[in-house]
Every structure is written in C-alpha cells, then in structure tokens.
T-cell receptor, first 113, second 114 residues
Framework: GDSVTQMEGPVTLSEEAFLTINCTYT??????LFWYVQYPGEGLQLLLK?????DKGSNKGFEATYRKETTSFHLEKGSVQVSDSAVYFC????????????FGTGTSLTVIP | KAGVTQTPRYLIKTRGQQVTLSCSPI?????VSWYQQTPGQGLQFLFE???????NKGNFPGRFSGRQFSNSRSEMNVSTLELGDSALYLC?????????????FGSGTRLTVV
C-alpha cells in the first residue's frame, strides 16, 4: 500500500546551518506530496506542496522537489532559525488512497542559537 | 478568514465514559477528516466526510464514530473510553474532494482518559 518513510529524528542544528530532512514514498498512483509543520501545542500547518513530478514547492525559505525517479520529496532550508524549531511531517495523498493522507512519523528539529 | 475550529481544546474523562468532539471547518470546505495523534503511533486516520457522507474509515474499533452535518460541521464520538484513547484528536478540512490541495488542520482536542 501507499506509505511515507521519513528521516528519524531528533535533529539538532545551530542557527544558520543547512537543513535536510529526507522523505521517500511508496505509491501505486501519482500522489501529491506535502510537508506539514507542527509547533508545540498546535495542529499541523501546511508548509509546502507539489502535485506532480519535478514540481518544486517552496515557502518561508523551505524547498522540496518532487522526484519521481527516486520517489523522494526531501525538505531543505539554507539557513535555519531558532523559530524553525518544530516537528516536520511528510505526507502524500493520491486518488487511490481512499480520501486520506499518509503521514510520515515526523522529524523533530531543534535549532540552537 | 476563520480557520478550522475544534472544541473543546482539552478534555479529561474517566474510563468507560463517552465523549463528543466538535469541528467547524473553514467556510466553503466540504471535506472534513479526523486523525488521532499519539507519541507512539503518530498520525492515524480515523475517517473522512464529504457532503455528509463518510467516504473512508481508518482501522479503528466501532467505538469511534463520526458524522457531518449539512453545514459541514463535524463531530466525532468515542464510547466506552479506554486509557489508550488518550491522544490529540485533529480535525482537518479541505476545499475539494480530491484532497490534492492539502488539509487545513485545527489546533486539536487533547483528550486524557483517567
């Protein structure tokens, strides 16, 4: 079935460091891919998305490119800030997923000054 | 515009009781989904409603049920609560039936069963 595999955390980085969080997926159809972010005590917020192969989603300095050949959607940011500390979730939806999302397990990021 | 509103934010219930959680989606969104989030299991899909019809249900026991009203507001009910039902329950709404534009999540209801 469809699934998302996400890089294990937690990840601790110094401010202004480069961030990569790996995400790979398995899907029988042509999924849309998403990154969500969850701050403490809150629900998930959509960070960025891509709906077809080679699309690049971007928002707030974060980027991810939909790579069909490697079934990946890695999240990157060139220079992280303390305010980026949160849990990041990779997710997919597809026409054949039965109207639901499949989420990765989440990667906790802590950025230290 | 107003986001997804979930009430209440926090609940403490005793084993064996039942509970009802409420979700008001973004205006115009007709798809509402529910997820359970726990540290051990992560985000698990409960069910999805579109125009008052349940289109999909996750792998949860029959104690978990839900419904959607004509104004798209949704409720979920858990009967005969167990300790393991303690979790953050998240509601999410989506504009279209395909979900390809993503969800907007509410802040969740934190349920503690004692």
């Amino acid at each position: 079935g469809d699934s998302v595999t996400q890089m294990e955390g937690p990840v601790t980085l110094s401010e202004e460091a480069f961030l990569t969080i790996n995400c790979t997926y398995t899907a029988t159809g042509y999924p849309s891919l998403f990154w969500y972010v969850q701050y403490p005590g809150e629900g998930l917020q959509l960070l960025l998305k891509a709906t077809k192969a080679d699309d690049k989603g971007s928002n707030k300095g974060f980027e991810a490119t939909y790579r069909k050949e490697t079934t990946s959607f890695h999240l990157e940011k060139g220079s992280v800030q303390v305010s980026d500390s949160a849990v990041y979730f990779c997710a997919l939806s597809a026409a054949n997923t039965g109207n639901q999302f499949y989420f990765g397990t989440g990667t906790s990021l802590t950025v230290i000054p | 515009k107003a986001g997804v509103t979930q009430t209440p934010r926090y609940l403490i219930k005793t084993r064996g009781q039942q509970v009802t959680l409420s979700c008001s989606p973004i205006s115009g969104h007709r798809s509402v989904s529910w997820y359970q989030q726990t540290p051990g299991q992560g985000l698990q899909f409960l069910f999805e409603y579109f125009s008052e019809t349940q289109r999909n249900k996750g792998n949860f026991p029959g104690r978990f049920s839900g419904r959607q009203f004509s104004n798209s507001r949704s409720e979920m009910n858990v009967s005969t609560l167990e300790l393991g039902d303690s979790a953050l329950y998240l509601c999410a709404s989506s504009l279209d039936a395909t979900l390809n534009y993503g969800y907007t999540f509410g802040s969740g209801t934190r349920l503690t069963v004692v």
